[in-house]
Structures are given as structure tokens and as C-alpha cells.
């Protein structure tokens, strides 16, 4: 359990104080890592994994990680389940509770995990709904919170496409109260159901990518087309051109900002190679704290 939780589906459902004791559980599991007693944490326990979308960080992050904890992962590739060929979420999710101690799940539609979570009494982990990204952000929130000893006093700027991910910063920064800033061209903003809720003075929303880079303590950003977008992928990339994040934006960002993407990435369009490649940039310390916070999310919930 987090608090009164059995599930880890999105920030908003969660509070400063647990939000910060999974990073700082995460923090802990890295600086231990190597040590014998965490690798029978969670001795025997068995988690699935669903997938209905591409993984890599995900897949391999949670895979290895009950791994490292003595438990042992389950890949589902939603194309090999009957839930591919029609099985309800529930049915599916009944099932598997009779085997398995833990769901993690990765699909489209954020409604299939509520659903999920609601017929299960086994946790439910959401590993990216087209709604919100909540595993990434904390792997996220632990990056910043290695360079800079806080999550306060900061102003994040996510440059590019309002989807999943800026979703779970908004989340993340109504709990923690640092400055984030939202730049995306109209076409390609935040969904109103959060715009229009969102009142909370240290978040804002603009089109203009400057606004958002000045000052920056974070420079992030994510791929302009992400899963199940592709349909619509010419005219997003069109749109997104202005919100780049090269060498000119981050000139405005504070001299030792921090630059992450929660990858895959595509270097020319939403970041420039010197950029991604650059001294700034902690990709590949944020990808491995995946790992780290998966497995802060999975001791908690499945302990
Ligand atoms: N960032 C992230 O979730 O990566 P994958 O799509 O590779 O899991
Ligand atoms: N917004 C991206 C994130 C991938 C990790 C997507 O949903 O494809």
C-alpha cells in the first residue's frame, strides 16, 4: 500500500509525502543496489507485466527489478492474450489474480486501468496510458532531486507536445508546489480537463517556448508523436517545429540547468543533437532510475 493505496496509477492520486517517500525509497534502493538483504524483498512474488504498446525502459526496468528484489516478472504482450482477441479487461485481470501478486499494465485507454484496478484486489501499476506516464515522473523526479537535494524552489520547463508525460508533471508539480511551466502550440496542448481545473498559482501554460526555457532550473521535453498518435504524425511535427529544445532555447535556461527526455528520443525534431548529447543532459541517469523507482513502487505495493 501507498497511504490508502493499493494501486499506482496516477500522482494525482497520491500526496507530497508519499510522492517524496517513493523517491527517497528509490534513492535508497540505488545506494544499496549491490547489497545481499534487498534481493529478497520481495522473495517469490510474481508480477505481470501487460503490454499493448512498445516498451523498452519500461518492459526491462520492472522486468529486472522484482528481479533484483527475489520475485520474478511475467511478460504479457497484449497481442498474445485473449485480451487481444476480446477478453475483458476484467476477466483478464481475474485470472491473473489467481497467479500473480502484481499487475503492471501499459495500454491506450486510462479507463482499461481503473477498470483493471477496480475488479482486482491484487496492486495495479500503470506503466503509460495515453493519459499520464506516473512511473516515468518519479524516476524523473528522483534525477532532479540527485542534482539539485530538493524538489522545491525549482522551475521545470516541459517544451513540446501536452501528452501523457507533461500530464504527470502537472500532477507532480500540484503536489510538490515547484514552478512548472507548459510551452505547446495551441494544436497540441494539455487536454482542457486538466487546463481548466488547474488553478494552482506555480503552474503555467503558454505558447511560447521562451517563456517556458527563462530561467529553467529543468529543460524537458518528448517525442512529438508519441504511441498511437501516428495517424495525425505530419501536422504534430509541423506544429511542434518552434518548440525544439536547441542550443538558442536553452541559452535562456539558467547556466547549469539540467536537460532530460524520458526517451525514446528523436534527435532533429523535439531535441537537437548537441543538446540531448550535450554536458547538460542526464538521459541515460534518468533511464536507469527507472529501475530504481519501479522498484520503490513495487516494494510498497507488493510487500
Ligand atoms: N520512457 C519510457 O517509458 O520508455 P519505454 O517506452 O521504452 O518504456
Ligand atoms: N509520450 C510518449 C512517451 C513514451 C515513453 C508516448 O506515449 O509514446
Keep these: 500500500m501507498i497511504g490508502e493505496k493499493k494501486d499506482f496509477i496516477s500522482l494525482e492520486d497520491f500526496t507530497a509525502a508519499e510522492i517524496t517517500g517513493l523517491v527517497k ?3 535508497d534502493f540505488k545506494k544499496h543496489r549491490q547489497q545481499k538483504k534487498t534481493r529478497s524483498l520481495l522473495a517469490g512474488k510474481k508480477l505481470g507485466m501487460i503490454f499493448a504498446k512498445n516498451s523498452t525502459r519500461t518492459r526491462v526496468s520492472f522486468e529486472t527489478g522484482i528481479y533484483e528484489l527475489g520475485g520474478m516478472g511475467i511478460f504479457l504482450s497484449q497481442n498474445d492474450l485473449q485480451l487481444g482477441r476480446g477478453e475483458t479487461v476484467s476477466d483478464t485481470g481475474h ?3 489467481r497467479y500473480i501478486d502484481a499487475i503492471m499494465i501499459r495500454t491506450h485507454a ?3 486501468v481503473l477498470e483493471l484496478a477496480r475488479a482486482v484486489s491484487i496492486p495495479v501499476i500503470n506503466g503509460l496510458t495515453d493519459w499520464c506516464h506516473p512511473c516515468q515522473i518519479l524516476a524523473d523526479l528522483l534525477t532532479v532531486w540527485e542534482q539539485r537535494k530538493t524538489l522545491k524552489n525549482l522551475k521545470v520547463a516541459y517544451i513540446g ?3 501523457n508525460v507533461a500530464n504527470s508533471w502537472i500532477y507532480a508539480a500540484q503536489k510538490l508546489g515547484f514552478s512548472l511551466c507548459v510551452a505547446s502550440p495551441a494544436s497540441c ?3 482542457d480537463k486538466i487546463t481548466d481545473s488547474c488553478h494552482n498559482k506555480n503552474i503555467r501554460f503558454t505558447e511560447d517556448p521562451e517563456e517556458a526555457a527563462r530561467d529553467a532550473d529543468i529543460l524537458y521535453t518528448d517525442v512529438w508523436v508519441s504511441m498511437g ?5 505530419e501536422e504534430r511535427i509541423k506544429a511542434l517545429e518552434p518548440y525544439q529544445i536547441n542550443a538558442g532555447l536553452a541559452s535562456l535556461a539558467k547556466k547549469d540547468y539540467i536537460f532530460l527526455h524520458c526517451l525514446p528520443a528523436h534527435r532533429g525534431q523535439e531535441v537537437s543533437a548537441d543538446i540531448i548529447d550535450g554536458p547538460h543532459s542526464l538521459i541515460f541517469a534518468q ?3 527507472r529501475l530504481h523507482a519501479q ?7 507488493m510487500k
Excluded: I, P, T
Design 25 to 27: 525509497l528509490a534513492a
Design 95 to 97: 485470472v491473473l489474480e
Design 110 to 112: 486510462h479507463s482499461d
Design 161 to 163: 507536445d501536452g501528452n
Design 189 to 191: 496542448a494539455v487536454s
Design 229 to 233: 498518435q501516428e495517424a495525425g504524425a
Design 287 to 289: 533511464a536507469e532510475n
Design 295 to 301: 522498484k520503490a513502487v513495487m516494494y510498497r505495493l
